[in-house]
C-alpha cells in the first residue's frame, strides 16, 4: 500500500471555463488516481467519461430571495454534501480539487468535514460568491489574475494562471485550417465560449458584408443555441456551431471577437490574438467585465458592453483595426504577455504541494 497512488476527486461542472482548467490539471498529475464530481445533463458528461470516472450529484445555485425553491435546493445541498461525504470515505481519497460554481460548496464542505486538504481555482478577475465564502476554508486558492487577490484577503492565495487545453501548448495542433481562407487574408474569428452568444451572434450578421468588402474572411463559431443560425451566406464566411481545433483558429485569426470568459481569454492570450471583447451583461456581479478591463487596461484588446454596442460601431470598429496591421501586432504582442503558458504545471506542483506534504 505504500505505492498506491494519491487518489484526488476533482469538482467541476458546467461550462468549458470550468472544466477545461480542470482537465489540463488532470493531465498533469499522471501518476493520481483521479476521479470526477459533476452534475447530471452538464458538460461533464460528455468529456470527462472518456477520461475518468464520473460521479454525479444533484445540486443548484441558490437564486436571489428566498421561498420554496430555496428550501428545495437547500434539501438538494444537504443531499449533495452527504453523498460527497460517502464518495470520498468510500473511495479513500487523499483530497479535493475544484474550479468554484455551485459544485463547490458540498466538495469543500465534505472534505473538509473529513479533514481533507482542498485546492480551489479561481480563474476569474473578481472571485465569485462561492470563492470568496468557501476560499478561507481551503488549503489553498490558485488564481488566474492577480487582481482577484483583493477579494480574497483571508485565503491563501497563490497565482498560477488559468490552465488551457493541450492542444494550445502542443506543436502538434499547429495544422492547417480545414476552411478554404488564402494566405494572408484577414481572418475574423466570432465566439462566445462554449455556450455560444447569441446577441454577439446578431451584431456580426449585421455587420459583416462591410468586412467582406475588405477582403476578411469571418470563422463564425455560433454555440448550438442560434435560432438564426444559416441566415448568412456568403463565400468569406464560414458558420460551424463548435470547431475542435480552437487553438489553430485563434493563431490564425487577425481579430476575434468575444465574451470575456475567463477560459476565453486565456486561449487569447496563449494564442497572441487581439480581440474585442463584448462582456456577458448576465454573468454574476458582471465578473466578465473584470476580465475584460484587464486586457484593455493591458491594450490587448477594445471592450465594448453590449448594452452600448451597435452594429455600426462593431463595424466600424474592426475595420479601423484591419486596416492598422501595427496596431493588431502590437495588440497580439500584449496579450501574450498576460499569457501564462505552464500554468497547469504550477497548478500540478501547488496540488501536489498541498496533498503530499
Excluded at 428545495?72 to 452527504?82: A, D, E, H, V
Excluded at 476554508?137 to 488564481?143: G, I, Q, R
Excluded at 494562471?161 to 466570432?190: C, K
Excluded at 495588440?331 to 501564462?340: H, T
Aim: proline share 6%.
Amino acid at each position: 500500500m505504500a505505492n498506491a497512488p494519491i487518489k484526488l476527486l476533482i469538482a467541476a461542472s458546467g461550462t468549458g471555463g470550468h472544466l477545461f482548467p480542470a482537465i489540463a490539471l488532470a493531465q498533469k498529475l499522471p501518476d493520481y488516481e483521479i476521479e470526477w464530481l459533476g452534475v447530471p445533463n452538464r458538460l461533464e458528461t460528455q468529456l470527462v467519461p472518456k477520461q475518468y470516472l464520473l460521479h454525479t450529484i444533484a445540486v443548484e445555485g441558490f437564486q436571489q430571495g428566498f421561498g420554496l425553491s430555496s428550501i428545495r435546493i437547500l434539501g438538494k445541498l444537504i443531499s449533495s454534501i452527504l453523498e460527497v461525504r460517502r464518495i470520498l470515505k468510500q473511495g479513500n481519497f487523499q483530497g479535493v480539487f475544484t474550479t468554484g460554481g455551485y459544485i463547490a460548496g458540498p466538495a469543500v464542505i465534505a472534505a473538509r468535514s473529513l479533514g481533507l486538504p482542498v485546492v480551489f481555482h479561481e480563474s476569474n478577475a473578481l472571485p465569485g460568491k462561492v470563492t470568496r465564502f468557501f476560499g478561507p476554508w481551503c488549503s489553498a486558492v490558485a488564481l488566474g489574475f492577480t487582481e482577484a487577490t483583493k477579494y480574497l484577503p483571508r485565503a491563501k492565495n497563490v497565482c498560477v494562471g488559468t490552465p488551457v487545453r493541450s492542444q494550445f501548448l502542443d506543436e502538434r495542433f499547429n495544422t492547417p485550417l480545414d476552411f478554404p481562407i488564402p494566405d494572408g487574408a484577414p481572418l475574423i474569428v466570432v465566439f462566445g465560449g462554449s455556450q455560444g452568444a447569441v446577441a454577439v451572434n446578431k451584431l456580426v450578421r449585421q455587420s459583416a458584408q462591410a468586412w467582406f468588402d475588405a477582403g476578411a474572411y469571418v470563422v463564425h463559431l455560433t454555440g448550438d443555441r442560434d435560432p438564426e443560425a444559416d441566415n448568412l451566406k456568403h463565400s468569406q464566411y464560414i458558420e460551424l456551431p463548435f470547431y475542435d481545433n480552437m487553438a489553430a483558429l485563434l493563431r490564425r485569426a487577425s481579430l476575434a471577437i468575444s465574451r470575456s470568459g475567463a477560459g476565453s481569454l486565456t486561449e487569447l492570450a496563449v494564442c497572441g490574438t487581439p480581440a474585442i471583447l463584448i462582456p456577458y451583461p448576465f454573468a454574476a456581479e458582471d465578473h466578465q467585465s473584470y476580465n475584460a478591463d484587464i486586457f484593455t487596461k493591458a491594450g490587448a484588446a477594445l471592450t465594448f458592453q453590449q448594452s452600448e454596442l451597435t452594429a455600426e460601431i462593431l463595424q466600424t470598429q474592426v475595420l479601423n483595426l484591419l486596416r492598422s496591421p501595427d496596431e493588431l501586432a502590437k495588440m497580439g504582442e500584449k496579450a501574450k504577455a498576460i499569457a501564462v503558458p505552464d500554468s497547469a504545471e504550477k497548478l500540478a506542483s501547488l496540488v501536489r504541494e498541498v496533498l503530499e506534504m
